[in-house]
């Protein structure tokens, strides 16, 4: 296949890969925050857990971009 090929596909794969995780994020970081407000006895176990939780979501972009590196320079 044309380069423009590999190019294209590194390009969907790390696009595609860091949307969920940033919609995710957001998802998450909302209601943490308004508990955080609403019960601010309980933000530090709400803040471990919402990091804990961000770091995973993160994870999944991070195998994202593997995926795309490793088609721009794997695949060729």
Do not use: K
């Not at 969907?12 to 970081?29: K, S």
């Not at 471990?48 to 770091?55: D, G, H, K, S």
């Amino acid at each position: 296949m044309p380069n423009t090929y590999y190019d294209l596909a590194a390009a969907l794969a790390i696009g595609i890969g860091a949307i969920g995780p940033g919609i995710g994020i957001g998802l998450l970081a909302g209601p943490a925050l308004g508990a955080m407000g609403r019960n601010p006895d309980a933000a530090n176990l709400i803040r471990t857990n919402m990091i804990l939780a961000i770091v995973f979501a993160e994870a999944i972009s991070i195998y994202a971009l593997v995926v795309a590196l490793i088609i721009l320079f794997v695949a060729h």
